[in-house]
């Protein structure tokens, strides 16, 4: 059982205003944006300690739900008694705590009033048991040791994300992620990377999804949860379509099999935009997905869906350089290829202010594809 008390760094009598500014300072912590250009297994990590994150105020920021949580905690705690006195009773499921090693002999003698008929193991021996290593560690707050790891761990994070954009060494990814939200960071694998084998694309992102769908079911109404579960299905796909694209046709018919996802990428996002309507990322998203399907299906009516999304996504933010992307992305896959009006969206993109630099990079790459 996860403690999520550990994981937003609170103590578990912390007022909600306190659990509230505690979520939202470490939402900030992983948020993607500083952690682009940086190595996989960084981003891998900070979209997990995301999930724990949201997992964690779901529970906590609704009262009913912290109650509940707080009395199942409580349930678990083992009371190890300071000493074995007479009387001291011993709860039912810590047989652990019972020395059933044989009494001493009464010698033909009454026992003495204070004998204790059930004594129970030394607490020294029950530390040991249960795995707490020194006193020291004991006096400590349970909240304390998640705390200072997580600290370590995110400083590792800082200080690698500092390093290699001081050094300029990370190279772009051909698909970037916005500050505000989309799939990860996928790109080919540059030449010192090794390259996955085939069942390590297949695999990869499978655990993830039936996390965030597990999270996303738990939690309809959070808008979060449904955003992550489709960009972990959006990753799912395009990491194969990019091995694909790359010249590996062992993946074709993978990739065939997964073209459903790109439904059920669109329905998430759909699920995510009922909640919060105006998120222009997350429809961009939801166009791209929609005009990948229809190429894939050779179906232009979902095409025609996801040119109006990209359009929606631009009327509600006019410089968000993914919509722009993603409706370029949508006339290439018309029948036949818009492709001056698709180069035209990518050249606003490139100039958009503030652009993230994973998505300019991205828009280079479509041009330099679709000028040829």
């Given at each position: 059982?996860?403690?999520?008390?550990?994981?937003?760094?609170?103590?578990?009598?912390?007022?909600?205003?306190?659990?509230?500014?505690?979520?939202?300072?470490?939402?900030?912590?992983?948020?993607?944006?500083?952690?682009?250009?940086?190595?996989?297994?960084?981003?891998?990590?900070?979209?997990?300690?995301r999930d724990e994150i949201e997992r964690a105020y779901t529970?906590?920021?609704?009262?009913?739900?912290?109650?509940?949580?707080?009395?199942?905690?409580?349930?678990?705690?083992?009371?190890?008694?300071?000493?074995?006195?007479?009387?001291?009773?011993?709860?039912?499921?810590?047989?652990?705590?019972?020395?059933?090693?044989?009494?001493?002999?009464?010698?033909?003698?009454?026992?003495?009033?204070?004998?204790?008929?059930?004594?129970?193991?030394?607490?020294?021996?029950?530390?040991?048991?249960?795995?707490?290593?020194?006193?020291?560690?004991?006096?400590?707050?349970?909240?304390?040791?998640?705390?200072?790891?997580?600290?370590?761990?995110?400083?590792?994070?800082?200080?690698?994300?500092?390093?290699?954009?001081?050094?300029?060494?990370?190279?772009?990814?051909?698909?970037?992620?916005?500050?505000?939200?989309?799939?990860?960071?996928?790109?080919p694998p540059t030449a010192a990377a090794p390259t996955p084998?085939?069942?390590?694309?297949?695999?990869?992102?499978?655990?993830?999804?039936?996390?965030?769908?597990?999270?996303?079911?738990?939690?309809?109404?959070?808008?979060?949860?449904?955003?992550?579960?489709?960009?972990?299905?959006?990753?799912?796909?395009?990491?194969?379509?990019?091995?694909?694209?790359?010249?590996?046709?062992?993946?074709?018919?993978?990739?065939?099999?997964?073209?459903?996802?790109?439904?059920?990428?669109?329905?998430?996002?759909?699920?995510?935009?009922?909640?919060?309507?105006?998120?222009?990322?997350?429809?961009?998203?939801?166009?791209?997905?929609?005009?990948?399907?229809?190429?894939?299906?050779?179906?232009?009516?979902?095409?025609?869906?996801?040119?109006?999304?990209?359009?929606?996504?631009?009327?509600?933010?006019?410089?968000?350089?993914?919509?722009?992307?993603?409706?370029?992305?949508?006339?290439?896959?018309?029948?036949?290829?818009?492709?001056?009006?698709?180069?035209?969206?990518?050249?606003?993109?490139?100039?958009?202010?503030?652009?993230?630099?994973?998505?300019?990079?991205?828009?280079?790459?479509?041009?330099?594809?679709?000028?040829?």
């Open positions: 059982m996860q403690d999520y008390y550990e994981i937003l760094q609170v103590h578990p009598k912390a007022d909600a205003e306190s659990i509230r500014a505690a979520y939202v300072r470490l939402r900030q912590r992983y948020d993607p944006a500083p952690l682009e250009g940086a190595a996989d297994e960084l981003v891998d990590l900070a979209r997990l300690r529970v906590l920021g609704d009262p009913a739900r912290r109650a509940a949580f707080d009395a199942e905690l409580a349930a678990m705690v083992v009371v190890v008694p300071p000493s074995p006195q007479r009387g001291l009773a011993m709860p039912d499921a810590d047989d652990d705590m019972i020395d059933y090693r044989p009494l001493p002999p009464a010698r033909r003698q009454e026992r003495p009033k204070d004998f204790n008929a059930q004594p129970s193991v030394p607490q020294s021996q029950m530390l040991r048991r249960s795995g707490r290593q020194t006193e020291r560690a004991q006096r400590l707050p349970v909240w304390m040791v998640p705390t200072l790891v997580v600290g370590v761990v995110t400083f590792a994070i800082v200080l690698i994300v500092l390093l290699t954009t001081g050094s300029n060494t990370a190279q772009p990814a051909a698909s970037g992620a916005s500050a505000t939200s989309g799939p990860s960071v996928i790109g084998s085939i069942d390590e694309v297949i695999n990869q992102f499978e655990a993830q999804i039936a996390a965030a769908r597990q999270v996303a079911n738990s939690v309809p109404t959070n808008a979060k949860a449904w955003v992550e579960l489709g960009n972990a299905l959006y990753d799912s796909v395009v990491v194969v379509r990019e091995r694909l694209d790359a010249g590996d046709q062992s993946l074709q018919s993978i990739y065939v099999e997964r073209l459903p996802r790109w439904l059920e990428v669109r329905d998430a996002y759909a699920k995510a935009l009922a909640i919060t309507p105006t998120d222009a990322v997350v429809r961009a998203d939801m166009a791209t997905a929609l005009c990948s399907y229809g190429v894939g299906v050779n179906d232009q009516s979902y095409v025609t869906q996801g040119l109006s999304a990209a359009d929606q996504a631009i009327t509600d933010a006019p410089e968000e350089a993914r919509a722009l992307l993603s409706k370029g992305m949508c006339l290439v896959a018309t029948s036949p290829p818009q492709k001056a009006q698709a180069l035209e969206q990518w050249q606003k993109a490139i100039v958009m202010p503030n652009v993230a630099p994973g998505l300019a990079q991205q828009a280079r790459d479509l041009i330099a594809k679709y000028s040829r």
